[in-house]
């Protein structure tokens, strides 16, 4: 099964950009969508996009749609989530998830990463 | 957007308790639905998913049920490793959508 290694903490300034990656292993990365979710501190989760590797295809909730990029290399199994114009509100744990394939209908996220932390602070 | 109602949003319950939490979604989502455990400082931990199935490895304690717009998830005999939050998801429309969440406190 596919396990998920995301990249590290991240402090960043109000308008500022960040850039966090996920990176699968030990399974076939072609076989699975990739989802972003959000979790504020104390919080629920909010969902920000998915992306089909295998096709490079996106789509995103619309309330991030202006600030947030998904991308996926399919040569080193890894996936980017880039959010711009950050503010204060972007605080949060960010996490990915894979959905395989096989029930990509009910988007079960059954493999997730560890999540990454991004702090935004002036 | 369809929105996902949990009840109730915290609960109190003891070793041994048959539990049921409530999702409720703004519109039919026939079984596109999904539930989570989290637990402090970890990522959600996918339980049941299209409203009934058992994820592979969790115990069987936990199971679900439900169509259209109201569902429940059900733990048969609590666990101390089950206090936790429990989400849903539905996934009939994007944007995919959770419940606002429901803590499992020991009482």
């Known amino acids: 099964q596919v396990q998920l290694v995301q990249s590290g903490a991240e402090v960043k300034k109000p308008g500022s950009s960040v850039k966090v990656s996920c990176s699968a292993s030990?399974?076939?990365?072609?076989?699975?969508?990739i989802s972003w979710v959000r979790q504020a501190p104390g919080q629920g989760l909010e969902w920000l996009g998915r992306?089909?590797?295998?096709?490079?295809?996106?789509n995103y909730a619309q309330r991030f749609q202006a600030r947030v990029t998904l991308a996926a290399d399919k040569s080193t199994g890894t996936a980017y989530m880039d959010l711009t114009s950050l503010t204060f509100e972007d605080t949060a744990t960010y996490y990915c998830?894979?959905?395989?394939?096989?029930?990509?209908?009910?988007?079960?996220?059954?493999?997730w990463g560890p999540g990454t932390t991004v702090t935004v602070s002036s | 957007d369809i929105q996902m109602t949990q009840s109730p949003s915290s609960l109190s319950a003891s070793v041994g308790d048959r539990v049921t939490i409530t999702c409720r979604a703004s519109?039919?989502?026939?079984?596109?639905l999904n539930w989570y455990q989290q637990k402090p400082g970890k990522a959600p931990k996918l339980l049941i998913y299209?409203?009934?199935s058992l994820q592979s490895g969790v115990p069987s304690r936990f199971s679900g049920s439900g169509s259209g717009t109201d569902f429940t998830l059900t733990i048969s005999s609590l666990q101390p490793a089950d206090f936790a939050t429990y989400y849903c998801?539905?996934?009939?429309?994007?944007?995919?959508?959770f419940g606002q969440g429901t803590r499992l406190e020991i009482k």
């Open positions: 998830a894979a959905v395989p394939a096989a029930t990509d209908y009910f988007h079960t996220m059954d493999v």
């Open positions: 030990g399974g076939t990365f072609s076989s699975y969508t």
């Open positions: 992306i089909i590797p295998v096709l490079g295809i996106a």
């Open positions: 519109q039919t989502i026939s079984n596109h």
């Open positions: 299209a409203a009934v």
């Open positions: 998801q539905q996934s009939y429309n994007t944007p995919i959508t």
